[in-house]
């Protein structure tokens, strides 16, 4: 024996019979086998054809009837609710709603051009119609429109004035305040900054007066004298002006013949009114004598001996190039 027919024989079995495509079951109450299909009309039945498929009737007893109707199984189905318009009665009614909004839209339009008629304009006193800004109506030259909007800019700034005037100066002022909240007279502290800047331009004034010379100071005391005496001076002066004539015959001039003639004034005391050194000295750059104090002894550095042979020595060699010039 071959192994197919072995396996045919103890595993595989034929099919005598064909096998319904319905599952069926005994009923629990009459020990009746029925159909699972639903039997109350809910769905029709899969197969309408099938002759062999069982039916319940009322006495409980297994029949085999005839093939239901259509018209039976249609007549369980029931409409519910409003049954949907169709293709062209949807379209009329979109129709008709656009055409209601169209024409809402053109009333809407035609009020409010109705409204704008009946607006009243703005006409001034000569009859000029003017637009909202302020400005006139139609074509204009460039000279009409600036002095429009510099007379409205006036009476817009006539009418801010006017506002400030009744409101009152206060209510323009700022209202300063401090870490606490307490209000700070800005006058006060004003003032209070004024004082201090005098103070300190004082203060700064003494300083540099402290650190110049009497003979400085007094030098400067005497300038302001003469702005002073200026005041009543005419603006003419003539050869008789005694304050005039004295000025000029205490200048020196290097080349004037007649200086070896002349008496000079001896001078006995500074400008400061202290009495000065009468003997020979060594001269400086500023032209200061001793005092009367001195003892004739020089204890400077030697600046001023090196100062003074320093520029004798520069208009040497400048004399030298003119002769050279001059001799070429």
Known sequence: MSLADYLAKNYLTADSEKKSKKRKRKHKDGGLTIDDDDTLGWKEKAEEDDEDA????????????????????????????????????????????????????????????EAEDEAPEMVDTEGVLRMESGAKAGLQTAAEVVAAMKEKTDKEKREAAKVAKEMGGA??????????????????????ARKKAEEEERKKLETEKAARGDVQNAEAAR???????????????????????????GKSQWNDPAAGFLRKKKAGRSTTGKPLYQGAFQPNRYGIRPGHRWDGVDRGNGFESQWFNSRNKKADIERLEYQWQQDE
Do not use: C, F
């Not at 002073?228 to 005419?234: E, H, P, S, W």
């Open 54 to 113: 069982p039916m319940i009737v009322g006495g409980g007893t297994l029949k085999k009837g005839k093939k239901k109707s259509k018209s039976t199984s249609a007549a369980t189905w029931k409409a519910v609710g409003v049954a949907a318009p169709s293709h062209a009665e949807q379209i009329a009614a979109d129709a008709a709603a656009a055409e209601a909004i169209i024409a809402g839209t053109a009333a809407d339009r035609q009020k409010a051009a």
């Open 171 to 192: 209510a323009q002022e700022t209202i300063y305040r401090d870490a606490s909240g307490r209000i700070i007279n800005v006058a006060m502290k004003r003032a209070e």
């Open 223 to 249: 300038r302001k004298q003469q702005l002073q005496d200026a005041k009543t001076m005419t603006v003419a002066r003539y050869a008789d002006d005694e304050e005039l004539n004295d000025e000029l015959k």
